[in-house]
């Protein structure tokens, strides 16, 4: 699970900025909102399932959630790019509204448990400059048998293309690997390599690729083929609301298109271009035996004129049947939240509310805030301008407040830390943000903006 996530100079964020899962001491919604983990993290043994972030346009929530899978993509890439001859280091989003920004580092830090081995602490962190890493560390405490952490121990720092220290087992990773410029030395573990060379090179990249984002992308199709069973817990959250739905069926086709060899994409483009494909489905998937078309197929009932009933089906991404864009998102999104309520790991949600009901966005935020549906402990951390989320069970600890200065530079800040305006029970959250007592409303009034119209 993550406790801790810090990171600089990216996007509007200009100055180190950090959020925190880490429980305080209050005692509402424990039974669902905190997941107790290993008991000799001592203070940090008490996390939270989810945060929500709210602020207004352009203050920087989005690009919260950007700079994890920004980091995420950097530390699972930078290996195989280089073997491509690709710098991915090249053109980071640095703050862009000073020049100095462009000399400084951008850095990122977590602190995390793995999901599945919660007596070891993990804290990775590394920083990059003008296309060159800069500063890359692995560390990691253990629980011993007493129950306490043990003191924390180096498994590797580098500086530059320098190794400074290192553990054994990446001793003999520097063996097969250089350290090179436009590489995290970390990345190379997400290879080939066994993982007995590196153990705990594999299990700091497992927890990496157990990072998911709810999105609009067709990485949802690739769950449900994985997952039938998934889809079948999307369809009976959807039919509760929609009563026409009467199923939902993953569809895995292959298209003949009468290619020799699928390792050569200019054959395969040239073979779509003259079979005239366009509208097949959700998306293509391309094998080595084969091009695959991916789709979510939609049950419906049809009634004929003599009063028989017909079972048909339909692309959830058909046009000609235009299907709601809310139940299309709900579909999609479903996906990566079933299978980190599942499987556990961290899910990032990015505005929540759009194209949704109410209902659902607030559904979704308590998926994870519920210790039912969420007994494999999965976290997510959601971005919404729907403030009305903010009265559904959360702690002050898990809302964020984010808001942008005159110079463009983003700060995320939890309500927990605003103390001489702490909330009572009796307040609603909502309410007070609204009257500003937290920051991250906009100043805009009608009175204001009739003055630009006389």
């Known amino acids: 699970m993550l406790l801790n996530y810090s990171f600089n100079n990216y996007k509007s964020y200009r100055y180190k900025n950090g959020i925190s899962f880490v429980a305080s001491k209050i005692k509402q919604y424990e039974e669902d909102n905190i997941s107790e983990i290993n008991a000799s993290l001592a203070s940090k043994n008490r996390v939270l399932n989810s945060l929500v972030f709210i602020g207004v346009n352009s203050a920087g929530k989005t690009n919260m959630l950007k700079s994890i899978s920004y980091a995420r993509y950097l530390i699972l890439n930078s290996a195989d790019a280089m073997k491509d001859k690709e710098n991915i280091f090249e053109d980071p989003d640095i703050f862009m509204f000073d020049e100095n920004a462009a000399n400084e580092p951008t850095e990122f830090n977590f602190e995390f448990t793995l999901d599945d081995n919660e007596d070891v602490l993990y804290y990775y962190s590394f920083a990059f400059c003008e296309k060159e890493i800069v500063y890359e560390y692995l560390a990691k405490r253990e629980s011993n048998d007493k129950g306490r952490l043990s003191s924390k ?26 350290l090179h410029p436009s590489v995290l030395f970390l990345s190379n573990c997400n290879g080939n390599i066994k993982e007995e060379m590196c153990p705990d090179g594999k299990a700091v990249i ?14 949802s199709l690739d769950i449900y083929d994985d997952n039938p069973e998934y889809l079948e817990i999307a369809y009976k959250i959807l039919s509760y609301s929609d009563k026409s739905i009467k199923g939902l069926r993953f569809e895995k086709r292959k298209l003949d298109l009468g290619v020799l ?22 998306s293509l998937r391309l094998s080595e ?22 079972r048909i ?49 607030q559904l979704l935020l308590n998926l994870f805030n519920n210790s039912v549906t969420n007994s494999k402990r999965g976290q997510a951390i959601i971005t919404t301008h729907n403030i009305k989320l903010l009265d559904e069970h959360l702690r002050v600890d898990q809302i964020f407040t984010v808001t942008k200065d005159e110079t463009g530079v983003s700060v995320a800040s939890p309500l927990s830390e605003s103390d001489s305006k702490s ?6 959250l909502s309410e007070r943000y609204i009257e500003g007592l937290y920051g991250g409303v906009p100043d805009i009034n009608i009175e204001r903006i009739k003055e630009l119209f006389l």
């Not at 497992?206 to 990485?219: P, Q």
């Not at 054959?267 to 489905?281: D, E």
């Not at 035996?289 to 009063?307: E, H, P, R, T, W």
């Open 423 to 428: 909330p009572r029970k009796v307040h609603k």
């Open 313 to 361: 089906e339909l692309s959830i991404f058909d046009d000609a049947y235009n299907i709601s864009s809310g139940e299309q998102k709900l579909i999609i999104y479903l996906a990566p939240i079933i299978k980190t309520l599942k499987e556990g790991g961290l899910l990032l949600i990015d505005e929540v509310e759009t194209a949704l009901h109410y209902y659902y966005s």
């Open 153 to 178: 121990k180096v498994l590797f720092e580098r500086k530059g293309t320098k190794l400074v220290k290192a553990s054994e087992q990446f001793l003999k990773l520097s063996d097969v690997f250089d």
């Open 206 to 219: 497992n927890w990496f690729l157990n990072i998911k984002a709810a999105n609009r992308n067709n990485n």
């Open 261 to 282: 060899d699928y390792k050569n994409p200019d054959a395969v483009l040239k073979a779509l271009n003259s079979n005239n494909v366009r509208n097949v489905g959700g």
């Open 289 to 310: 035996d084969g091009l695959y078309v991916y789709d979510i197929k939609m049950a419906f009932d049809k009634k004929a004129a003599s009063g028989d009933v017909e």
